[in-house]
């Protein structure tokens, strides 16, 4: 990525440009909107971080971003979520202009993964992908098992697997007998935001997991996943790691999506 992006000054005159809205100073926030810039510097883009207090009107945050949208020299606007209660997070992402929303939030990119039109892809589901195609399994036919139905990744994700010819069980808080379906999976994506709560008898052998979760241990305090890893892992034929994995795979997937509208704005404007 870096090599193509040291390429963009000659051919368009600058490089790509992201612009990350913190609102307040809620702790994984600071470090997930750090992580953005440092990945911004490793590839080479341009990038400002705006931080607002916690106070600000969903009135001042609005018109902050439709000043974002239509100023020339910034490329993708992303707001980090979550924000204050008194803020509309749907409001927010319907006013990200959606060529230049690198999340692939708004309603219009979710639109187009769902009837298949040009889109911006989300970026953790789309990170999932990307490291089930470098694990090298043929999705086409496999049973895929999703835990979770989020708007950010279940949902999505569901998608981009059934689009991808997997055959797919979605499970969710109501879901009755989960260990039952999980044991058929072939691929087991977790993202339910629950510590540890896969374990090793939960799955069949050979199973690929993808841990998407990003959790606190309750006994050590230290980062982990959804899955159990010591117990899943010694029967998975693949498995990904928390901390690493979907965390640095969504962050390649938000640096190739602000190349992607910087170059969508290049069209544009062409
Ligand atoms: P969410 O809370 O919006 O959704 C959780 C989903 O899991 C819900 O649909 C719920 O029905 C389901 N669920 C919860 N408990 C369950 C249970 N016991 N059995 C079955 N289903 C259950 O969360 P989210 O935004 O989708 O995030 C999920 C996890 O992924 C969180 O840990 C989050 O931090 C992490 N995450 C990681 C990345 C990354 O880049 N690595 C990105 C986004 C989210």
């Known amino acids: 990525m870096a090599e193509m992006v040291a390429t963009f000054p000659k051919k368009y005159g600058r490089v790509p440009h992201l612009v990350v809205v913190r609102v307040g100073e809620d702790p994984a926030s600071v470090v997930y909107v750090r992580n953005k810039a440092k990945a911004c510097d490793a590839v080479g883009i341009k990038n400002t971080t705006i931080v607002k207090d916690e106070n600000i009107s969903e009135e001042e945050l609005l018109n902050l971003i439709k000043e974002l949208n239509v100023d020339h020299t910034v490329d993708g606007v992303l ?80 998608k981009m697997l059934l689009d991808a010819n997997a055959t797919v069980t979605q499970c969710h808080t109501r879901t009755v007998d989960l260990p039952s379906i999980t044991r058929q999976a072939d691929i087991l994506v977790v993202a339910a935001g629950k510590a540890k709560m896969v374990t090793g ?61 910087f170059l969508l704005n290049q069209t544009i404007k062409a």
Not at 210 to 217: L, P
Request: aromatic letters at 2%.
């Open 201 to 261: 008898d939960m799955v069949s052998d050979g199973v690929v997991v993808i841990d998407v979760g990003m959790d606190r241990d309750p006994e050590t305090g230290k980062l982990c996943g959804d899955v159990d890893f010591d117990t899943v892992s010694s029967k998975a034929s693949a498995i990904t790691p928390v901390p690493g994995g979907v965390g640095p795979m969504t962050i390649a997937c938000l640096m190739q999506n602000t190349i992607d509208c």
């Open 79 to 158: 707001v980090q979520l979550p924000l204050p209660k008194h803020i509309s997070e749907a409001k927010v992402i319907e006013t990200i202009d959606k060529n230049k929303d690198v999340d692939g939030f708004h309603p219009l990119n979710v639109a187009g993964l769902w009837q298949k039109t040009p889109h911006m892809e989300p970026c953790t589901p789309k990170g999932i992908m990307y490291l089930l195609r470098e694990i090298g399994i043929d999705l086409k036919g496999k049973r895929a098992v999703v835990i979770g139905r989020s708007n950010i990744v279940g949902l999505p994700v569901a």
